[in-house]
């Protein structure tokens, strides 16, 4: 009977044994993930691992880090150029070369698949990235450090104490201190729109002189019966783009921005036309042309504005991605828009002319109406609420939408009235700028200087580096 049992115990033990060694744990099993600054990057031929060093496709993790990448069939070697750095990494050999000295692999690359793989780390790392391995979630997390971008920043009622302090950090302004009268002209005045060239504005272009910042006169117009008026009249339109070209030549500033908004889809052919002529005149003075744009998707509102031909015309293109639908509660930037407004803008403007526009801001909505909501203190008083008190005040359950990937709460107030809550975070915020470097947009436009706060700009200097002049 002892017998027995003892052989019955060798039979479990040796099937357990085998068991183990035939059927790999989950963790070795799992497919190995990798992060590029936050991104998934994906490859027809899966990362392996060779060595306890992680191998992946060269063409698609060299096109994901901005590398320009090719196969060398008669060497049979990869190589890689970036700036002024070479490598060429031949084919099973245990070294590379870089910028013709010669480095020690601990694997060499390799063909897995019909694809040639190479060591991801030194591959990552030879182009200045950061490389990190988490054996628990089988994740490669690289990361490039922040990307030269160009930071513009929306200059309005307000903005100064915000630009004197963080006009380094940025790359360009557009001052909204100009709009039309009634008969088509430029006006520094409308103080029920707040828009006014301020006293000492000479000031502010002598601060953007110092820090680098190209200046941009933003003429902006939201009136559709006027803008009909004015763009269906071609001396109207030539007599404007005259104004435009005479007023930032006078000033100083780089070029104009034009901002004409709630234009009629009826009038969309001639504002093309108007800013085709516009861009003639502007640059013959050898001025930029800049436009401010509404968000458009294939579906949707904004159809007066013609991408491609706009965007041919200009010499940088701000799409206004914020206030998705502002007449009722409910998430402004949603991630999922954005993308698609993204990818409708590409298919028609090339993304080294794009920013992509970022609202600073949330908004509260009530049976009263709705107020524009700022992170912290400002300098805009009761024109806005504060978030910081809102939330001492009323200390409502902070809840976050995760197909918008925003922040929303509700709260009744001292009169028992419901308010509904959506805004912009750090973290609503780090997808879109994580966007950016995605899809290669030039950079980025903050609507705007006045709505900042220091944690904005310590997100912001973390993913980019300011384009200067």
């Not at 060269?58 to 008669?74: M, N, Q, S, T």
């Not at 783009?241 to 889809?265: C, K, M, P, Q, Y």
């Not at 929303?408 to 966007?435: A, N, R």
Request: aromatic share 10%; net charge negative.
């Amino acid at each position: 009977m002892n017998q027995h049992i003892r052989i019955m115990a060798v039979i479990l033990l040796t099937s357990f044994i085998l068991s183990g060694l035939l059927c790999p744990s989950a963790s070795a099993t799992a497919p190995i993930k990798v992060l590029l600054n936050g991104l998934p990057v994906d490859f027809d031929v899966p990362p392996i691992i060779v060595n306890g060093r992680t191998l992946v496709p060269f063409r698609a993790i060299g096109e994901a880090l901005g590398v320009v990448v090719h196969w060398d069939e008669a060497q049979r070697k990869v190589i890689a150029e970036q700036n002024k750095l070479l490598i060429e990494l031949p084919l099973e050999a245990h070294t590379a070369t870089v910028n013709g000295q010669t480095v020690r692999l601990d694997v060499p690359a390799t063909i897995r698949q019909g694809r040639t793989l190479v060591p991801l780390r030194f591959f990552s790392q030879a182009f200045g990235a950061d490389v990190h391995w988490d054996d628990q979630s089988r994740t490669v997390t690289i990361s490039t450090g922040p990307k030269t971008a160009y930071i513009l920043g929306y200059y309005y009622s307000h903005s100064y104490a915000d630009y004197k302090t963080n006009c380094q950090r940025l790359s360009g302004i557009a001052a909204k201190w100009y709009t039309l009268d009634d008969k088509g002209r430029i006006s520094w005045q409308d103080s029920r729109r707040a828009i006014a060239a301020p006293d000492g504005y000479e000031e502010v272009l002598r601060l953007a002189n110092l820090a680098g910042n190209e200046a941009y006169a933003l003429i902006f117009e939201n009136n559709s019966d006027k803008l009909h008026h004015i763009l269906s009249d071609p001396a109207a339109r030539r007599q404007l783009s005259r104004d435009i070209v005479d007023l930032v030549t006078a000033e100083g500033f780089t070029g104009a921005n034009i901002d004409f908004e709630l234009l009629r889809e009826a009038d969309g052919p001639n504002f093309t036309i108007f800013i085709q002529e516009l861009a003639q005149l502007i640059h013959a003075r050898g001025k930029k042309l800049a436009l401010s744009l509404p968000a458009r998707t294939n579906y949707g509102w904004h159809r007066g504005y013609d991408y491609a031909a706009l965007g041919k015309a200009a010499d940088q293109v701000a799409i206004m991605a914020y206030d998705y639908s502002p007449g009722q509660a409910g998430p402004q930037t949603p991630i999922y828009w954005v993308r698609d407004v993204v990818d409708y803008t590409l298919e028609r403007i090339p993304a080294q002319k794009v920013l992509l526009g970022l609202g600073i801001y949330g908004r509260d909505w009530s049976a009263a109406g709705q107020k524009t909501v700022l992170w912290g203190p400002n300098e805009l008083g009761n024109l806005v609420l504060d978030l910081t008190e809102l939330l001492a005040d009323y200390h409502p359950e902070l809840k976050w939408d995760d197909k918008a990937m925003l922040p929303y709460f509700t709260y009744t107030d001292d009169q028992g009235q419901l308010h509904t809550v959506w805004y912009e975070s750090i973290d609503s915020l780090k997808p879109k700028l994580d966007l950016v470097r995605e899809k290669g947009l030039a950079g980025i436009a903050i609507w705007r200087l006045g709505y900042t706060t220091p944690e904005f700009y310590q997100l912001l200097q973390s993913c980019f580096t300011p384009q200067k002049f």
